[in-house]
């Protein structure tokens, strides 16, 4: 399957999903009889959004098909989309620059950031590129993850959400933070499809079937932190602010900054290695 062929795939299964999760409720029609699916139906959108049915039907349906920009806005208006949801939908139908190459990561990570990284300790802190290979970690990171012992394919940080068994069972409502990060990648995949990023989501899908399922929602969200609480069987609860902070060449630095004193003092706990 072509590239392209998996855009309009996508554009289908991302139409369908948020069409379903509206209600005739919350755009003001009548709920009706006889509903045999959850949300509009498609001749309700394509009223609503002011474009014709069949026309709407071809577009989910993924026929090759070719909407103006005011007719994306129509419609992600009509589905309540989010900024980040909109956003992809734009990428799903080429919105983004196809001559513009993507953002590629430095030969080194510049030292000025990496003093920044290792400034951190003892709060875990690393460096990601722009398809979310971890390029760099201090000793606490290290500790957290295992990133020195695993081999260089595996060393990104949606990989290591779903693979790394310490970090699935320390994380405290860890399927929350796996979706969170499941639409923060789809965002990002939306923005750059590069090989790397496409052969990810391929390993997602094929070895961790929660991840396939909650792929299949298409559930987007805008890259940032967010509050996460870590079991740590040495070190105890850790209370954790994660910061992600954009830098040079669309980098990431990602910070799990402790939300109060007793999380910093066993962030010192940490199995370092010297």
Not at 38 to 61: C, F, I, K, M, S
Not at 119 to 142: C, E, G, K, Y
Request: charged residues 30%.
């Amino acid at each position: 399957m072509t590239t392209t062929e998996l855009q309009r795939k996508a554009l289908s299964s991302f139409l369908r999903t948020r069409r379903a999760r509206l209600t005739p409720e919350q755009v003001g029609l009548a709920p009706g009889v006889r509903r045999r699916t959850p949300g509009l139906r498609r001749e309700e959108l394509a009223l609503l959004a002011g474009v014709g049915v069949t026309w709407y039907t071809w577009l989910e349906q993924g026929r090759r098909i070719n909407p103006s920009p005011e007719v994306l806005g129509s419609l992600a208006r009509t589905l309540r989309l989010d900024r980040a949801e909109t956003a992809y939908l734009f990428h799903l139908v080429g919105g983004a620059d196809p001559a513009a190459p993507p953002v590629e990561p430095p030969a080194e990570v510049p030292y000025p950031l990496r003093r920044l990284m290792e400034a951190q300790s003892p709060a875990p802190a690393f460096l990601l590129d722009p398809d979310w290979d971890v390029l760099a970690w201090n000793a606490s990171a290290d500790a957290l993850f295992g990133f020195s012992g695993c081999a260089a394919e595996d060393r990104n940080i949606a990989w290591q959400v779903f693979a790394n068994e310490a970090n699935r069972r320390r994380t405290v409502d860890w399927e929350r933070h796996a979706r969170r990060t499941l639409a923060q990648l789809r965002t990002t995949y939306g923005e750059r499809r590069t090989p790397r990023l496409t052969a990810l989501i391929a390993r997602l899908r094929t070895e961790h079937p929660d991840a396939a399922r909650w792929l299949d929602e298409h559930q987007v969200q805008e890259r940032a932190g967010s509050a996460k609480d870590i079991a740590h069987e040495t070190a105890g609860l850790l209370r954790i602010d994660q910061l992600v902070l954009r830098a040079e060449e669309d980098l990431q630095l990602v910070v799990f900054l402790p939300r109060d004193q007793e999380t910093s003092d066993r962030l010192g706990r940490l199995p370092v290695s010297r």
